[in-house]
């Protein structure tokens, strides 16, 4: 089966951290990603994992660990345009589907 | 923009009746793969088209199907539409069917069937 969990929101105040987790239970694996998603709009490409570790990209990192099935994205410096949907996706192992969790909605505040 | 655009981005249907939604991929891109997405939800695959075949299909009916034309344009036709096909439908490109290639969203159609 396929089961992707996430916390369903968050907030987190202007300027700080924030850490979105996602574990993943799935019959196979070929890659994270997370997209970001504005309310009413389409998802954006933010980051992509394949091996373990820590992918550096700006304000926003992200980390896996395939044998935890553990992943985390990371937010530094947070404006209030980072206010959105971030939603964790698992490639299976045929590499033609992206299998989504719910997303976690974060909300900056200042 | 990520290049890949959809029509129309809003429609209104009533049960039963049928739907086309269109999607143009990304220039260079050979993939397309459509998703649903319910309110308050993570998209849902539909089905993935490389090359004009079907190259994969999620956990939906046969009456959710799809093209992919010589231009690598793409359609999704959903019959006999019912209350729950309410949602927000989205299209992504790829260079190529699986591998480490990103998919790219276009801005979806948002379905109400009344």
């Known amino acids: 089966g396929q089961n992707i969990d996430q916390p369903t929101e968050m907030t987190a105040t202007e300027g700080a951290i924030v850490q979105i987790n996602c574990t993943y239970q799935t019959s196979g694996f070929n890659g994270l990603f997370w997209y970001q998603q504005h309310a009413g709009e389409a998802p954006t490409f933010l980051s992509y994992n394949v091996l373990d570790g820590l992918e550096e990209k700006g304000r926003f990192s992200s980390f896996l660990s395939r044998s935890k099935g553990y992943s985390y994205l990371l937010l530094k410096e947070l404006q209030m345009k980072d206010s959105a949907s971030y939603l964790c996706?698992?490639?299976?192992?045929?590499?033609?589907?992206?299998?989504f969790g719910a997303g976690t909605i974060l909300r900056v505040k200042s | 923009e990520t290049g890949v655009t959809q029509s129309p981005t809003h429609l209104i249907k009533t049960r039963g009746q049928q739907v086309t939604l269109r999607c143009s991929s990304q220039?260079?891109?050979?993939?397309v793969s459509w998703y649903q997405q319910a309110l308050g939800q993570g998209p849902q695959f539909i089905f993935q088209y490389y090359r004009e075949e079907e190259n994969g299909r999620g956990n939906f009916p046969p009456r959710f199907s799809g093209l992919q034309f010589p231009n690598y344009s793409s359609e999704l036709n959903v019959n006999a539409l019912e209350l729950d096909d309410s949602a927000l439908y989205l299209c992504a490109s790829s260079r190529t069917s699986g591998g480490q290639e990103t998919q790219y969203f276009g801005p979806g159609t948002r379905l109400l069937v009344l």
């Open positions: 220039s260079g891109h050979n993939t």
């Open positions: 996706a698992v490639r299976d192992k045929d590499g033609n589907k992206l299998v």
